[in-house]
Structures are given as C-alpha cells and as structure tokens.
C-alpha cells in the first residue's frame, strides 16, 4: 500500500510563493501520472494540477501561469511550486495519482492572508 506524505504548507502572504512536496512510499511512483488537489473550508476537494509519468503537465484555470508541477522520480516525490498566491488558494493542498486511486495522505495546510 502506497502512503502519501505531503509537506510545505503554511501560512503567507498575498503574492508569496510556496513550494509543497509529495512523497510516496512503495513502488509504482514513476508509472503513474500524479496530481495535485485542494480541499477549502466547506467545499469539495479539487483537482489542481497534474503532471503524466513522462512530464507533461496541466492545470485548471485558476493556477495557470502561477503553480508549477513537477515530479523527481528517483524520489518519489511530486512538487507543486506556487508563485503569486492569492487568499483564494487557502487550502489543504494533497497529492494523489490522476485517478486517486491511492490512499489519501494528512494533506499540508496552506494559508494566504495579509
């Protein structure tokens, strides 16, 4: 069973960067497209950005030209670089495969407020 470990969260500033890792323990990392997604206070958990097995990545319109999602498969680990944070990207940030078939980790808060 695959264990997810995301970390990097906490809280800024509006304009601020953060950058969240992901780390997944047990095999199968590097076959598998990986995502990111965010849960608000109250609202349904979505999906963010995504990166394939060979690199290609997407974004939902919100975050374009602002997150970047990048993955290092000799570690296991995906990483989501966001510039220009805004309040609305307050959440609990997670990271699973594209079809979240993997258990969910705790998630790392991330908050954006002046």
């Known amino acids: 069973q695959v264990q997810l470990v995301e970390s990097g969260g906490g809280l800024v500033q509006p304009g601020e960067s953060l950058r969240l890792s992901c780390v997944a323990s047990?095999?199968?990392?590097?076959?598998?497209?990986m995502g990111w997604y965010r849960q608000a206070p109250g609202k349904e958990r979505e999906f963010v950005a995504g990166?394939?097995?060979?690199?290609?990545?997407n974004y939902v319109v919100s975050v374009q030209g602002r997150f970047i999602i990048s993955r290092d498969n000799a570690k296991n680990t995906v990483y989501l670089q966001m510039n220009s944070l805004k309040p609305e990207d307050t959440a609990v940030y997670y990271c699973?495969?594209?079809?979240?078939?993997?258990?969910w980790g705790q998630g790392t808060q991330v908050t954006v407020s002046s």
């Open positions: 699973n495969t594209i079809r979240r078939s993997w258990t």
């Open positions: 047990g095999s199968g990392f590097s076959f598998n497209a």
């Open positions: 990166i394939t097995a060979g690199g290609t990545a």
